[in-house]
Structures are given as C-alpha cells and as structure tokens.
C-alpha cells in the first residue's frame, strides 16, 4: 500500500529564512511521482513542484525546491528565503497507478 | 488556463436528503476525481474516473456515488446526506504534461454541510 507522512502539523518560520518542509513516503512500485501543493485560506490547492521517481536532479521552481532522497524514501520541500505570503497550509502528495493521495499537510506560519 | 469549476462554493443539506456535487473542467483531460478535505486527515480520495461512463473507487467511497455521462463534467452524488458527511469537497482533473510531470488541477471546492 502506499503512504505519504507529513509529520509536522504546523510550523512558525521567521520571515526571509529557508524553510524545509518533511515528507516522507512508502510505496512499492518503481515508478511513482512526488508533488507539493500550497492551500492559502482562501482554500484554492496551487500545484508548487512535482519529482519523477526516475528524476536524476532535484526539481526546482522558483524559490521552491525539492530535496529528493530516494533511499531515505524523504521528498522534502525546501522554500527559500520565505516570504508572508508564504503562510499556508502544504500537502505532500504522491502519483501511483493512476491515483494520487496525500499527506495531512503541515500549517506554515511566517513571521513578520 | 485550466478551468476547473465546481457549481457551488458552501452547501448546506439536510439529513437524508440527496445531494448533486457538479464539477467542470475545460481542458478536454480524460482524469477527473473527488476528494474531501477534513481537518488533520488531509485528502482523501473519493472517486477518480478515466473516461466517459468510466469510474473507479477510491479509498473512502462509502455512502457517495459518481456520474461522468461527459467528458467535462464529473457529478459526486450523496445519495442520503449524513452529518459525517460534512466536510470540503473538492475536484480535480489532471493531464499529462510534457516533461513526464503529473499535474492536477483542482476546483475552488465546496464546503458542504449537513444538519
């Protein structure tokens, strides 16, 4: 069966520092995708970065990256120098077979 | 831009009463799907479905049912609303793009209660 854990409810991150956002992951197929998404309260999910299973680089979009680590089964998203629109809610998630499922998300809080 | 809309932003039902959750996309994608959202649980697919008249259960399917009778459009059906049935629902529909990536694209959700 496949699993995604996001095991940091909630986060407080002072303005303009890198933040790294854990997520980890279980499956057995050896072909599978990674995904971040970001949910502001208005509630509307905004796809941030995605991660082939057979991806040799990390991805990266903008101030988003992604710290894929395929032996640790880890797929972490790193933001750098975080911004106040930065606050929301971020769900890891992961593609196999033709489903997609997702972890419980972390809450990120910046700080003026 | 991907477009997916779904017919209505807050819902409030009755118990027992069966409820027609609409949802739209037009970019022509062949993968549309429901999920609800609930505090500290994350999202939890629905439904999914391939194609026309296609569908496939997902991982909470109890108590809902789903219509696709066209491409563009992918119905969530609560045949008789329960209160545990309150929560946000949201669409998506997906493509394949370019690069090999997976994205999805969701709808702005419907916050559904029931009383």
């Known amino acids: 069966a496949q699993k995604i854990t996001q095991t940091q409810p909630g986060m407080f991150v002072q303005e303009k520092e890198a933040v790294t956002l854990d997520c980890t992951y279980d499956?057995?197929?050896?072909?599978?995708?990674l995904f971040w998404y970001k949910q502001p309260s208005s509630g509307e999910m905004i796809f941030l970065i995605y991660?082939?299973?057979?991806?040799?680089q990390n991805a990266t979009e903008g101030r988003y990256s992604l710290n894929f680590q395929k032996a640790r089964k880890s797929a972490n998203l790193v933001i750098s120098a975080s911004q106040l629109g930065d606050s929301a809610m971020y769900f890891c998630a992961m593609k196999g077979d033709d489903k997609i499922i997702f972890g419980k998300g972390t809450r990120l809080h910046i700080l003026p | 831009d991907v477009k997916v809309t779904q017919s209505s932003r807050y819902l409030v039902k009755r118990t027992g009463e069966k409820v027609f959750l609409e949802c739209v996309q037009d970019?022509?994608?062949?993968?549309m799907f429901w999920y609800r959202q609930d505090p500290g649980l994350g999202l939890r697919l629905i439904y999914f479905?391939?194609?026309?008249?296609?569908?496939e259960k997902g991982d909470i399917p109890e108590g809902y049912s789903v219509s696709r009778e066209k491409k563009e459009r992918f119905s969530l059906i609560l045949e008789s609303a329960s209160t545990n049935q309150t929560s946000m629902y949201l669409c998506a529909s997906r493509t394949e793009g370019t690069s090999g990536s997976y994205e999805q694209y969701f709808g702005p959700g419907t916050r559904l209660t029931v009383t």
């Open positions: 499956t057995s197929d050896p072909s599978y995708g």
């Open positions: 970019m022509d994608h062949e993968n």
């Open positions: 991660q082939g299973s057979y991806d040799q």
């Open positions: 479905s391939y194609d026309v008249k296609m569908k």
